[in-house]
């Protein structure tokens, strides 16, 4: 269970500066809208999960609300900032990229932000590859496209020798726009940074499209690309109900966390089966997918399946291979499920007519849309503010539209998914034809 002490953040010292910001809080007080730097925000939202705690007020577990402070610990004159993307592309990158640069120069006066180009590998001097500086010019419309200006990688570096590099371009924050496998590399460099006695702050900017890191609120990035994957939903929808017997499975991303497919799904309630890498479902029986689907078409004429890549992995072989970051390689359950159906209907005498779906790195590539865009500008901002603030080994996240800083500990110890018993999927199984359980 996670307690109070859990979310405590780490900071370099007390503040020593008055903040540029510092008029833009003064007087104000925690309302409907507004946590204030003296007050926490909540961790549990129900008064059940409180009682269950059996603790009084000031042991129940909060975090620390994000935003400006009246006072900072960096003095703006001489801070220098630096920036780095990791891993895999993202809807917004560019828009967080802009919006940390232009908090940095316009409110705070600071002017020397650097850019490191393909990830960590870009703070590994032998790969040579030469920082870039951020300035409002650089980065004033390169929110208008996709991917990143730094570029990125995967794998993980040296952090004795990021260190290293960090000191000698006198870097005084880092901020890390990565995922899972980014920010266990962003808590090394900062045991390391700690081992020296550094005044170097490292602060994350969660991306991950999967929506799969827990304490957050939702990804940025994630509603832009389950939005491009409903429109492929669409489109098996539309070829299914168009030809007879027609089934359209689209196949999306979503490793470990199914939220794009019920995302996507939920989005045009064209989808009549959803399966995701939590809930276990089986391809033959009365309750499986091939009877379930016969039924359906039977009744209908046509139906979409919508399936994540992470799906039904115990109905394949284990690969035995990793990528650079050290995932496991998953099998392929979208042959596995198409090959099925395929045969299911040629054993029954019945025509098929059966499209295949795969909207992949597509829905990653594209610009954020404008709901996306201010979520990264704003998340962009806490970064920021927290850098400035002297907060290290920590993200900024928005729980319940309350911006927070959660320690990197805390998000890296599991992954989000959903929940077989959450209101999610209950919404899923309320929008589609499958069973309760499929199994």
Same mark, same amino acid.
């Given at each position: ?5 859990? @979310? *405590? ?65 960096? $003095? ?50 032998? @790969? ?72 170097? !702050? ?15 609120? *939702? ?65 033959? !029986? ?26 039904? *992995? ?64 704003? @998340?962009? *901002? ?40 959450? $209101? ?16």
């Amino acid at each position: 269970m996670t307690t109070l002490a859990d @979310l *405590q953040v780490s900071s370099l010292g007390p503040s020593r500066y008055d903040s540029p910001l510092g008029s833009y809080v003064a007087g104000r007080k925690t309302n409907e809208y507004y946590v204030s730097e003296d007050d926490r925000v909540l961790y549990d939202d129900t008064i059940s999960l409180l009682e269950q705690r059996g603790e009084p007020v000031e042991r129940w577990p909060s975090f620390e609300p994000g935003g400006p402070r009246a006072r900072i610990f960096h $003095d703006p004159a001489t801070t220098h900032v630096g920036v780095v993307t990791c891993g895999g592309l993202c809807p917004g990158l560019n828009d967080v990229i802009r919006a940390v640069t232009l908090e940095l120069y316009t409110h705070y006066g600071v002017t020397r932000v650097t850019g490191f180009r393909n990830g960590y590998a870009g703070l590994v001097p032998e @790969l040579g590859f030469e920082p870039v500086t951020l300035t409002p010019g650089l980065v004033g419309s390169i929110n208008e496209r996709g991917g990143t200006i730094l570029g990125t990688s995967r794998g993980a570096q040296d952090p004795v020798v990021i260190v290293d590099r960090l000191v000698e371009l006198e870097i005084n924050a880092l901020i890390v726009i990565g995922g899972d496998g980014s920010m266990h590399g962003a808590h090394r460099i900062v045991e390391e940074i700690a081992a020296r006695g550094l005044e170097i !702050g490292v602060v994350g900017v969660p991306k991950t499209i999967d929506n799969d890191i827990p304490h957050i609120g *939702q990804s940025f990035g994630f509603a832009t690309a389950f939005a491009e994957a409903a429109k492929a939903i669409t489109a098996a929808h539309v070829e299914a109900e168009s030809a007879e017997n027609g089934v359209g499975l689209v196949k999306v991303m979503g490793r470990h966390a199914g939220f794009i497919a019920c995302y996507s799904a939920l989005a045009n309630h064209d989808a009549d089966f959803v399966l995701i890498p939590e809930v276990p479902f089986s391809i033959d !029986g009365e309750n499986g997918l091939l009877r379930s689907l016969e039924r359906r078409v039977k009744e209908h004429g046509s139906a979409v399946i919508v399936l994540a890549e992470g799906a039904g *992995q115990e109905h394949v072989d284990a690969t035995g291979k990793s990528d650079a970051s050290g995932n496991s390689r998953l099998g392929d359950i979208a042959t596995i499920v198409r090959e099925a159906i395929e045969a299911d209907f040629r054993d029954r005498g019945e025509p098929l007519t059966l499209k295949f779906l795969e909207p992949g790195y597509g829905i990653r590539a594209v610009p954020a849309d404008a709901s996306d865009s201010v979520y990264c500008a704003r @998340l962009a *901002q806490v970064a920021v503010h927290a850098a400035m603030a002297g907060r290290t080994d920590m993200v900024v996240g928005r729980r319940r539209h309350r911006f927070v800083h959660v320690p990197i500990p805390l998000v890296i110890e599991r992954r989000h998914s959903v929940s077989p018993d959450g $209101d999610l999927w209950l919404s899923v199984l309320e929008s589609t034809a499958q069973p309760l359980d499929m199994r």
